[in-house]
């Protein structure tokens, strides 16, 4: 097994984290109030209600969707400085084989080899 730089990419890890939790704080921060709430502001004369609740709908649901997979790749940031911590950063959590670096570098979060990855994807 080759030594991986493991310090690089928990920077790398960290960095990352830094900046999902960023963006997953600006999502929260864009919805701090109800749907009611954002739909009555848009709503003035209220000739477009049904419209503007349905926008405020989609566009929430929308961010919703983004924080889910925000949180998702939180927790698969975690796993891997978990994995650094515990020595085995770099070694596929189903198969045993190291990582290659290449794909290391590409999503510093992985945990499966390429090809465990394509198996569980159906592919």
Do not use: W
């Amino acid at each position: 097994m080759s030594t991986i730089d493991t310090g690089r990419f928990r920077d790398a890890l960290l960095e990352e984290r830094g900046r999902v939790e960023r963006a997953l704080a600006g999502l929260r921060e864009d919805h701090a109030g109800s749907l009611d709430d954002e739909v009555e502001e848009g709503e003035g004369n209220g000739d477009n209600h049904l419209g503007d609740s349905a926008s405020a709908t989609l566009g929430r649901e929308i961010d919703y969707t983004l924080g889910e997979n925000s949180e998702q790749v939180l927790a698969e940031i975690d796993a891997a400085l978990a994995r650094i911590e515990n020595g085995t950063y770099g070694t596929c959590t189903n198969c045993g084989n190291e990582i290659p670096v290449e794909r290391l570098e590409a999503y510093p979060a992985a945990s499966l080899c390429i090809d465990c990855k394509r198996r569980a994807e159906g592919g």
